[in-house]
């Protein structure tokens, strides 16, 4: 799931040195709540990859990446 396992690796990937790219659309999560607030997987996924984004790796769609980009 985007905010276990993909954003746990990515993490240790960076900590070790490893340039890495997360595919953003093979990988999914699940609605979560917090303080009796429900936060949609989508909103859940889109602010991890933008966490990952920002500091650990290049996020890229499955086509953005066989294109090359």
């Known amino acids: 799931m985007s905010h276990m396992c993909v954003d746990a690796v990515t ?3 960076d900590d070790f040195g490893f340039e890495t790219t997360v595919i953003q659309d093979v990988c999914a999560t699940h ?3 917090f303080n009796k607030v429900k936060v ?3 909103l859940v ?3 991890f990859m933008a966490a990952l984004q920002f ?3 290049t996020v890229l769609s499955t086509d953005d990446y066989l294109a090359g980009r």
């Open 11 to 13: 993490r240790a990937s």
């Open 55 to 57: 500091g650990y790796a």
């Open 31 to 33: 609605d979560l709540e």
């Open 40 to 42: 949609p997987a989508a």
């Open 45 to 47: 996924h889109a602010a």
